[in-house]
Structure formats: structure tokens, C-alpha cells
């Protein structure tokens, strides 16, 4: 395994153990709300909480990495982490290459670019 690799399933599970999922309308009263996270041990929120808070880790490590809106299996919008073709994602136990998700259905839409800053594009 590639020391890569190693650093994405750490940085995964930290996030994923502590984790728990409510959506945006119940915490805030809003269908959608993006809010970085205090503390990346202790996530309460939905996927773009749990992205943001990998996010957050990948940036310390200076892990280059974006933020894919995508499609599930079902239909339903969801946000992701994609570095490398790895994909974190707050429904996934582990780290899984894109191409997994894709066969399970997973649309990829739009990513944020790698900086904070930049714009988000189509794929």
C-alpha cells in the first residue's frame, strides 16, 4: 500500500468513528447549509460536514484533494472527497477507488478545484 493510501484510510477512519449523521433541516432549520467543522473528530451533519472535515485533515497534510458533488445509486445528490481516484465518502466504511462507486451507480457531476478558492467544474 502506498504511503498515500495509509494517510487517506487514517484520515477516513478519524473522521467516519466520529461521525454522526443529521441532516441539514433538523440541525439548522435549512434544506442546505455548509458549515466546517469545529472539531474533525466530532462531526454531527450530513455528507458535505463529513467532506468538509476530511477536507479540513487532507489540507493540513497537504494532501491535495477535491469535493465532487455526485449522484447515488439511488438518484439522490450527495458529496464526496476525491484524491488520486480514491474516493471518501461518509456512507463508504472505507476508502474505495471511484471506478467502485461508479459501478454501483454513483454519477459524478461537478468538483470543487484543489485550492479553497477555486472554481467548481463539470467533469
Not at 3 to 32: A, M, P
Not at 96 to 114: A, C, M, P
Request: glycine share 6%; hydrophobic share 35%; with cysteine.
Amino acid at each position: 500500500m502506498s504511503n498515500l493510501f495509509n494517510k487517506l484510510k487514517k484520515i477516513h477512519k478519524r473522521v467516519f468513528k466520529g461521525f454522526e449523521y443529521i441532516t441539514d433541516k433538523e440541525q439548522y432549520s435549512n434544506i442546505e447549509k455548509w458549515v466546517i467543522p469545529e472539531n474533525p473528530d466530532k462531526v454531527k451533519g450530513d455528507c458535505e460536514d463529513f467532506g468538509l472535515a476530511i477536507r479540513t485533515l487532507l489540507i493540513e497534510e497537504s494532501i491535495p484533494c477535491r469535493l465532487v458533488f455526485c449522484y447515488d445509486e439511488t438518484g439522490a445528490g450527495h458529496l464526496v472527497v476525491s484524491v488520486d481516484g480514491w474516493i471518501l465518502d461518509n456512507r463508504q466504511t472505507k476508502v474505495v477507488t471511484r471506478d467502485r462507486l461508479e459501478k454501483r451507480g454513483y454519477i459524478f457531476i461537478k468538483q470543487s478545484g484543489v485550492e479553497l478558492k477555486d472554481v467548481w467544474e463539470f467533469i
